[in-house]
């Protein structure tokens, strides 16, 4: 990899003698025209002559399409197009990874809101009547409620395949053997829910096709090329033909990872050769957007007498809902999470998809960590209670350390980073505050840790995101990359690593937005891998250009490569700085002569060669980690928990920008907050979910957030740009095991669900006496 | 449906508002911090809306004796800036600071939640607990009614369709008098109360009690006096033991529902533990009495 160990060296390099734009806090670079409301996001968008389009969604979970009539729709004065599966040109489905879920429903329906016809109108309210004219009618099949049931003999079969969508079995070592040895061996069962993304702006986008024949769709997203892959597939036309613009968008946390409105956009815009615009509302993005996986975790978990974990057999099931989407990934990333960091010789690892009648589980911030995470860190202290072990010591104590081979056969890299970590936790002050007494006895204090890891990026999945930077002679430089700043500053790190790279100040710095049209394929946001993909890829780039400009500046200069430096956007002859050319000169000169200074990096991202069977990405050859503390107080009358402080110690490498880091982890700690405590989405009876709305979906609000304190260890990750890893998912991973960790202290109950709402800490709470 | 909808009459006296309610076809709206949201939820069958807003006389805080008298355009924010409201009706403020967030007590009315009568409204249980009285105007008439009989059910008061809120009553505590409001939701802010409760305690001697009043929220489709309660609580010696018991008859005088934000047995067991609360933090010093003598 030639292109990464040159990163590498001017990493280092760059590092010994500090660094001008890194480690610094700027502000985001679409901070001001966020907030003055400059930026219009595509559901404030209008154009010309636009058409306002709904989707007809399924009434029912699970059956048989008999009939779907749209003609009265058809018939409404000023519907200029409703469309159906007959409608799709090309393949009628979609999914990022499998693309099993069906663009527009025909045959069988599989979730409550599943669509299954579009409409295209004048107006919105006319769009809206159309839908009530349209008219389904099903023969019901028995809906699958959940994994329980799907996994009976008898459940009815959702797809072909059966209900498990997917399986791996991993082994290490012999489980039974070292069970049979055991000190104390413990078994346990976790659940966790389903959790909503609910960022601001549902989902929503505007398509057009222009003068050159071009579909240009404007949607929030976080995969630009994927997504054109995906409607160029379903419309069955060159992807040459279609260009994606993700930004802005009002969030997106993983629910816009796979296709949302882009290809029903995309059929109606062609179908009408008019502007379309399309905006879920918020009850159908509760009921047709994406949500976080449940699981069902079984662990037995086994240690010596001295404390040492022996052996982790796990039983782990995600509920995929309906289609697949992202679950193969997020199943694969619940495997690598758990085990945790730690060493353990004898390892069972069964894993399942599996297929309900519950919406689509896909991607959500922390992909399948929470889950993972909230089993075997309440088991960690569930098992360091029952040895009389604090806690942090029994973590340290059976941390992997760096060399140690991971579950995978990998090699356990920095590990120096979370020992330290979890080492100054127990200084904190928050970790001796659950020993002081309360003024209220119906108050409980508790204190609970966790630990986390997480990979960044795609693990042994091939990844080469390519980035561009551009010289303009007039004195910019122009930066290009296509993972979308959806409000996580991506553009802003990426804007202060070509700063530095180039020794340029940040007002010469012009990041442009993803757009297919212009920014080179640096794949998606997600997976914590924006800054470590697309800052390695314009690393190279910028060496590139560098590069080039070396060799026309010693021209200029009347010298060699060699006779020459570079500083501050300027060559000089080493030892007589008065000869010195600014590249935006050289530009000129170049642009003169017909050549533009654009140059293409392509990054390599370090893997495994082989995924391990049964797995598309595991292992990461990087890996983020953080050690968390929360501090709570229980009413034991009520059932409230009031998370009061969560101290957060992360390894997330060098840090590009830590203000931006440290709102990144703020952030990811409260929506931690909310799987922990109060969000869950819940279906009725005929698998509709009920509690779409900010009022019956409980996100925390600003009066719920805890006191939050960040601080990242002194990392240094030899692959990342400037020794940058990634973060964006690290905070939110321990959050649910170190709050139901703090309870169980205060309290006394060890709690195996989340979220710890009032009502079930409270049933708990009185089924064991404690209320 | 949108408010665009809708033929909004905003007059700007009170008699030009009865006016236009005359025939009873306009759907008062003051705040519209619920309005609003039924109208997004196409629960306001009505085609016209009565805008209350800029009626400045209905925009008012006075003392009247044994009473402070409160317009229907009163905000919650007002309450709570309001001097006399904090010296004679603390209760009445507690309550208002858990309604939403700022933004909504900068908007929503007392009258209006009186209007919109929830049975989970913050602001109805210290009007039972303390006493209240709603005026009822029309073009033709004027009646008080007491808070107690004003609620016939879920959405369901005593209110004719041509009459208006015009002024919540509200009776003035006693220097001496205790009292506690307690909330609980699924969030600090902006939560409906999946039970709250509101009490005032009259002393006889010291912490002992001659007269109790204990209003419950959401746990009946009206507020309701939790009576056995209060009778417990009379003339005796309030102990740990009989503060449980206490709130185990509120409890059992408590009807709630099971919803999606809790269980009926959770709204039965979270009232007992809040009444339980409130009067331990009443006898063990956490909470002063009236203090009436400083207006
Ligand atoms: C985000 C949010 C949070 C909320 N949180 C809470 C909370 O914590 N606790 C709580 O109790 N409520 C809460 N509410 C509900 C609402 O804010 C309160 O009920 C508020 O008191 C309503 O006052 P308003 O002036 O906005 O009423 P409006 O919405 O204007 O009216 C409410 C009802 O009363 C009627 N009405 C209003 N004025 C009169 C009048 N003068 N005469 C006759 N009828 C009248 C209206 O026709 C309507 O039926 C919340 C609402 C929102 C949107």
Redesign the pocket.
């Known amino acids: 990899m030639p292109e990464v160990e040159a990163v590498k060296l001017a990493s280092e390099e760059i590092l010994q003698q500090g660094y001008s734009y890194i480690n610094r806090s700027y502000q985001r670079v679409d901070a001001l025209d966020k907030v003055t409301g400059k930026i219009k996001f595509f559901s404030d968008m209008k154009i010309e002559g636009m058409l306002f389009a709904r989707v007809f969604r399924s009434s029912v979970a699970h059956a048989n399409i008999v009939t779907l009539d749209t003609t009265e729709a058809e018939r409404l004065q000023g519907v200029r197009a409703v469309l159906t599966y007959k409608d799709v040109p090309g393949l009628n489905a979609y999914g990022a990874i499998i693309p099993d879920a069906p663009v527009l429903g025909y045959g069988k329906v599989r979730f409550y809101g599943e669509p299954l016809a579009l409409v295209a109108a004048d107006d919105q309210e006319t769009a809206e009547k159309a839908l009530g004219l349209i008219k389904a009618v099903y023969e019901p099949l028995p809906a699958v409620h959940s994994m329980d049931e799907s996994l009976k003999p008898e459940a009815p079969k959702l797809h072909d395949r059966g209900n498990i969508a997917r399986h791996a079995l991993i082994l290490k070592g012999d489980v039974d053997r070292a069970f049979k040895d055991a000190h104390l061996t413990l078994e346990r069962t976790y659940r966790t829910q389903s959790q909503k993304h609910m960022f601001l702006e549902p989902e929503a986008g505007i398509a057009y096709t222009d003068e050159l024949g071009n579909l240009n769709i404007l949607a929030g997203g976080q995969n630009p090329y994927r997504d054109k892959m995906q409607v160029a597939r379903s419309l069955n036309i060159s992807p040459e033909k279609v260009r994606v613009i993700n930004y802005p968008a009002g969030g997106a946390f993983g629910g816009k990872d796979d296709v949302t409105v882009q290809i029903h956009l995309a059929l109606l815009a062609t179908k009408t050769k008019r502007p379309v615009k399309l905006v879920w509302n918020r009850e159908e993005s509760g009921i047709g957007g994406f949500h976080r996986h449940p699981s069902l975790i079984t662990l037995k978990t086994a240690v010596n007498d001295d404390g040492r974990l022996l052996a982790n057999d796990s039983h782990i099931y995600l509920d995929t809902g309906a289609y697949q989407s992202f679950g193969p990934t997020v199943l694969d990333v619940t495997i690598e999470v758990i085990n945790g960091p730690y060493l353990i010789p004898n390892i069972r690892i069964d894993a399942n998809l599996v297929y309900t009648n519950n919406g689509i589980s896909s991607a959500f911030r922390g992909f399948g960590g929470p889950q993972g995470n909230f089993a075997i860190e309440s088991m960690m202290d569930e098992m360091a209670e029952e040895m009389k072990m604090d806690p942090i010591d029994f973590r340290l104590k059976n941390l992997a350390k760096s060399g140690d081979i991971g579950p995978f056969g990998n090699s356990m890299r920095n590990m120096e980073g979370i020992h330290e970590a979890l080492s100054r936790l127990r200084n904190s002050p928050l970790w001796q505050l659950g020993k002081e007494l309360p003024p209220k006895p119906w108050i409980r204090r508790g204190t609970g840790v966790a630990i986390a890891i997480k990979g960044v990026g795609f693990g042994t999945i091939p990844d080469y995101p390519t980035a561009a930077v551009e010289l303009l002679p007039q004195g910019k430089i122009k930066v290009l990359f296509s993972n979308p700043d959806y409000g996580q500053g991506v553009n802003t790190g990426n804007a202060q690593i070509v700063a530095e790279a180039l020794d340029l100040p940040m007002n010469e710095i012009e990041v442009v937005n993803a757009d297919t049209q212009y920014s080179p394929d640096t794949g998606s946001s997600s997976a914590s891998r924006g800054t470590f993909t697309s800052g390695n890829a314009l690393l190279v780039a910028c060496n590139k250009m560098l590069d080039r400009l070396r060799m026309e500046a010693a021209l200029y200069l009347e010298s060699t490569r060699d006779g020459i430096e570079y500083a501050s956007g300027r060559f000089l002859i080493k030892g007589n700085e008065s000869k010195s050319v600014s590249i935006y000169d050289l530009a000129k000169g170049l642009r003169a002569k017909g050549e533009t200074l654009k140059f293409e990096g392509t990054f390599e991202v370090p893997r495994y060669p082989e995924p391990v069977k049964g797995t598309l990405e595991v292992p990461h050859v990087v890996y983020m980690y953080g050690a968390m503390v929360s501090s709570i107080e229980l009413n034991t009358l009520t059932g409230y928990l009031d998370v009061k402080n969560v101290d957060l110690m992360a390894d997330i490498g060098n840090v590009i920008n830590p203000l931006l880091a440290t709102t990144q982890c703020e952030g990811g700690i409260v929506q931690g907050l909310g799987f922990a405590t109060s969000e869950e989405l819940v279906y009725n009876q005929d698998e509709k979910p009920m509690n779409t709305n900010y009022?019956t979906y409980i996100v925390p609000s600003i009066a719920d957030i805890p006191k939050m304190y960040v601080e990242f260890i002194k990392t240094y990750e030899q692959y990342g740009p400037y020794g940058a890893k990634g973060m964006a998912e690290i905070p939110i991973v321990p959050v649910g095991a170190s709050i139901a960790n703090a309870l169980k202290q205060a309290s006394g109950v060890r709690y195996y669900q989340l979220p710890l709402t009032p009502g079930r800490v409270l049933s708990k709470l009185h089924d064991q006496g404690q209320g | 449906m949108k408010v665009s909808h809708y033929t909004v009459h905003s007059p700007r006296t009170i008699s030009e508002a009865l006016n236009i309610l005359k025939d009873g076809a306009a759907?008062?709206?003051?705040?519209?911090?619920?309005?609003?949201?039924?109208i997004k939820d196409d629960l306001v069958k009505e085609t016209e809306l009565l805008n209350?807003s800029y009626i400045m006389d209905?925009n008012y805080i006075r003392d009247d004796g044994d009473f402070i008298r409160v317009g229907?355009l009163t905000?919650?924010s007002d309450l709570i800036r309001s001097r006399l409201v904090n010296e004679y009706s603390p209760v009445l403020v507690e309550a208002a600071r858990?309604?939403?967030?700022v933004?909504?007590q900068n908007?929503?009315?007392?009258?209006?939640?009186?209007?919109?009568?929830?049975p989970?409204?913050?602001?109805?249980p210290p009007l039972f607990a303390t006493g209240a009285k709603v005026k009822l105007q029309s073009e033709a008439s004027e009646r008080e009614v007491d808070i107690g009989d004003y609620f016939l059910g879920v959405r369901k008061t005593v209110?004719q369709p041509n009459?208006?809120?015009?002024e919540v009553s509200v009776r003035k505590m006693k220097p001496g008098d205790y009292y506690f409001f307690k909330?609980i939701?699924l969030r600090s802010a902006?939560?409906?109360?999946l039970v709250s409760v509101a009490a005032v305690l009259v002393p006889a001697e010291v912490l002992t009690f001659k007269e109790a009043r204990i209003a419950m929220g959401a746990v009946a489709p009206t507020v309701i006096r939790a009576k056995s309660a209060e009778a417990a609580i009379l003339n005796c010696q309030l102990t740990d033991e009989k503060m449980k018991e206490v709130g185990r008859l509120a409890s059992e005088e408590a009807h709630p529902i099971t919803d999606i934000r809790a269980t009926a047995e959770y709204r039965k067991q979270a009232i007992a533990g809040a009444v339980y609360e409130g009067l331990y933090e009443i006898v063990n010093g956490f909470r002063s009495p009236v203090n009436g003598s400083s207006v």
């Open positions: 009022t | 759907r008062p709206i003051a705040g519209g911090t619920d309005v609003m949201v039924q209350l209905l229907a905000t919650y858990t309604v939403g967030a933004q909504i908007r929503g009315t007392l009258a209006g939640n009186v209007g919109n009568a929830s989970a409204g913050d602001g109805l209110r009459e208006l809120i015009t909330k939701g902006n939560a409906i109360s």
